[in-house]
């Protein structure tokens, strides 16, 4: 499959390490696939940038409002599995977000939740890119984002998330992407990087501009946790026989303030203690957040259905 050869060729691709150093001129714009996502993969990163005179740009995307948590839901009282209770652990996760985005620096108007179905995204991608019936969530039972926020309300399909990233691409026009990566095991990050990629391509095709630089987060790995800006980079991975072979990284190493103010947000999402409990003690014993470059395909084509 020409998406499967091709997402191989971007992910393999090595150089040297370099590291991420924000500056005013910069556009940022950071793609999460829930809420704390954000955070946990680019808190640093915010912190550092607002410590620029004057702050480059940033918008902050959260696709989905993270709803579909059932262990979050059981830890925070929430004993009944009703579409109510998920929708109201939907407006908890909202504002915990907000309230660590608005401590390490943004403005809410900067900060847009698309409110698509969490756990949802991956069968969009493959199952409902054109459908006139959108894909439903099981946990909130909506079909359309009704618990956007600062967004559109669009029903659930394939081509609604395309017209989201679309529009920011074109009307925020980001000097820097920060997305997942495309081979993150989480389905959710997954898909959200590969529609965030395909975007990417159809701008890069209706600007003829190459300026878009696509920085990816890797958190999750097959079997366990892979939170690569939770560990330092070894100075050799096993079997590499020499430095340039060595993953084409960017990292950004976070000053003692920085890291103490991410430390800060990353308790603002109290609802994750029991969910996200090692991503985030992960996360706050490191100083370095780490970041793959990635390159928008040529052509990708989507499923479908």
Same mark, same amino acid.
Do not use: C
């Given at each position: 499959m020409l998406f499967r050869r091709q997402l191989k060729q971007n992910v393999h691709s090595t150089s040297h390490e370099l590291h991420l150093l924000p500056d005013s001129q910069l556009r940022i714009l950071i793609l999460a696939p829930h809420p704390d996502d954000e955070t946990l993969a680019a808190g640093?990163?915010?912190?550092? $940038?607002?410590?620029?005179?004057?702050?480059?740009?940033?918008?902050?995307?959260?696709?989905?409002?993270?709803?579909? %948590? /059932?262990?979050t839901a059981i830890s925070g009282g929430m004993h009944s599995i009703?579409?109510?209770?998920? +929708?109201?652990?939907?407006? =908890? +996760? !909202? !504002?915990? %977000?907000?309230?660590?985005? =608005?401590?390490?620096?943004?403005? $809410?108007?900067?900060?847009?939740?698309?409110?698509?179905?969490?756990?949802?995204?991956?069968?969009?991608?493959?199952?409902?890119?054109?459908?006139?019936?959108? /894909? %439903?969530?099981?946990?909130?039972?909506?079909?359309?984002a009704e618990q956007a926020?600062?967004?559109?309300?669009?029903?659930y399909?394939?081509?609604?998330?395309? @017209?989201?990233? #679309?529009?920011?691409?074109?009307?925020?026009?980001?000097?820097?992407? =920060?997305?997942?990566?495309?081979?993150?095991?989480? %389905?959710?990050? @997954?898909?959200?990087? @590969?529609?965030?990629?395909?975007? $990417?391509?159809?701008? @890069?095709?209706?600007? #003829?501009?190459?300026?878009?630089?696509?920085?990816? /987060?890797?958190?999750w790995q097959r079997g366990g946790l892979w939170m690569k800006e939770a560990r330092a980079i070894p100075?050799?991975?096993?079997?590499?026989?020499?430095?340039?072979?060595?993953?084409?990284?960017?990292?950004l190493d976070l000053t003692t303030d920085v890291f103490t103010k991410k430390a800060l947000a990353l308790e603002c999402y109290a609802s994750q203690r029991w969910a996200a409990n090692r991503p985030i003690r992960e996360a706050v014993r490191n100083h370095t957040e780490i970041f793959y470059p990635m390159k928008p395909y040529s052509f990708i084509a989507p499923p479908v259905g």
């Open positions: 640093g990163l915010i912190a550092s $940038a607002m410590d620029v005179h004057p702050a480059p740009l940033i918008r902050v995307i959260v696709a989905t409002n993270g709803d579909a %948590s /059932y262990l009703s579409h109510s209770n998920f +929708r109201r652990l939907a407006v =908890i +996760r !909202q !504002q915990e %977000s907000l309230s660590a985005l =608005i401590f390490l620096g943004l403005k $809410a108007q900067q900060i847009r939740f698309w409110g698509f179905p969490d756990r949802g995204l991956d069968a969009i991608w493959q199952r409902d890119w054109m459908t006139e019936v959108p /894909y %439903s969530s099981p946990t909130t039972g909506f079909d359309h926020l600062n967004s559109p309300i669009l029903p399909t394939g081509a609604s998330l395309m @017209r989201l990233l #679309q529009k920011e691409l074109s009307e925020f026009r980001p000097t820097t992407v =920060i997305l997942p990566h495309p081979e993150d095991a989480h %389905s959710d990050h @997954r898909a959200l990087a @590969r529609f965030t990629l395909l975007a $990417a391509t159809l701008d @890069r095709q209706r600007m #003829q501009s190459t300026r878009l630089e696509l920085l990816a /987060y890797r958190m100075k050799k991975h096993p079997g590499e026989t020499n430095e340039e072979s060595r993953p084409n990284t960017k990292t």
